[in-house]
């Protein structure tokens, strides 16, 4: 267990709908980071979040957006969903603003479904 | 082209047999490589990292070798069990930033 939780562990949504996914980081890590796992694709880089604020974006769409609330949980919002949506997400905490001098740790991920 | 490429893209070997696995990358320069296990279904679990000085480095039956020269790593496991059973992914931090760069990973299947 990495201390990172998700949820929804599964969502089932149809196509034009939207969700809204969160993420509780682990005790102590100010930064959050979420990314997409799609079946023909690896692990892309969504965008990253410390402290409240966006540190880092990666290949998000316009139709999805983030944030990070006061107590540091975050939550990514995926609107006007096309079935090209549907795939893993996860979510990542790191202690620190600069992500690449500390472990990750990732969460149990959420299964998106669009139909 | 990735700029993360993993090879075999899967592999199956039995229990007890050693296994090697590799990744080529084209990011340059980098702060760390890293290599994550990855079970079905589940959240990446990170099993080394290794900066652009270092060489090798083991975890348990996991080694990541390193050659900066070439640009390529690999992870070796020996003595295989069963759990091994899992994507293995290589991922490259580029200089300066926090971004991973994720391979598309080496499914690896361990069977009795």
């Known amino acids: 267990d990495s201390g990172v939780t998700q949820t929804p562990k599964h969502l089932i949504t149809a196509t034009g709908q939207r969700v809204t996914l969160r993420c509780s980081p682990r005790?102590?890590?100010?930064?959050v980071y979420w990314y997409q796992q799609s079946l023909d694709q690896g692990l892309q880089f969504l965008i990253q979040y410390y402290n409240g604020e966006e540190r880092a974006k990666g290949n998000i769409l316009e139709r999805f957006s983030a944030q990070q609330f006061p107590d540091l949980h975050s939550e990514l919002n995926l609107s006007s969903l096309e079935l090209g949506d549907s795939a893993l997400y996860f979510c990542?905490?790191?202690?620190?603003?600069?992500?690449?001098?500390?472990?990750?740790?990732f969460g149990p991920g959420t299964r998106l479904t669009v139909t | 082209k990735n700029q993360v490429e993993q090879s075999p893209q899967s592999l199956i070997i039995l229990e007890g047999k050693n296994c090697t696995l590799q990744?080529?990358?084209?990011?340059?320069?980098?702060?760390?490589l890293r290599w994550y296990k990855q079970d079905t279904g589940r959240g990446p679990v990170s099993l080394t990292i290794m900066t652009f000085s270092e060489n090798t480095k083991s975890n348990g039956r996991y080694t990541a070798t390193l050659d900066a020269d070439t640009k390529q790593s690999s992870l070796h496991i020996t003595a295989s069990q069963l759990s091994d059973s899992a994507s293995y992914i290589c991922?490259?931090?580029?200089?300066?930033?926090?971004?991973?760069?994720f391979g598309t990973g080496t499914r690896l299947q361990v069977f009795p």
């Open positions: 990744c080529n990358y084209t990011v340059s320069p980098f702060s760390n």
């Open positions: 990542a905490s790191s202690p620190s603003r600069t992500g690449f001098q500390y472990e990750q740790y």
């Open positions: 005790s102590g890590d100010l930064s």
């Open positions: 991922v490259v931090i580029p200089y300066n930033t926090d971004k991973l760069i």
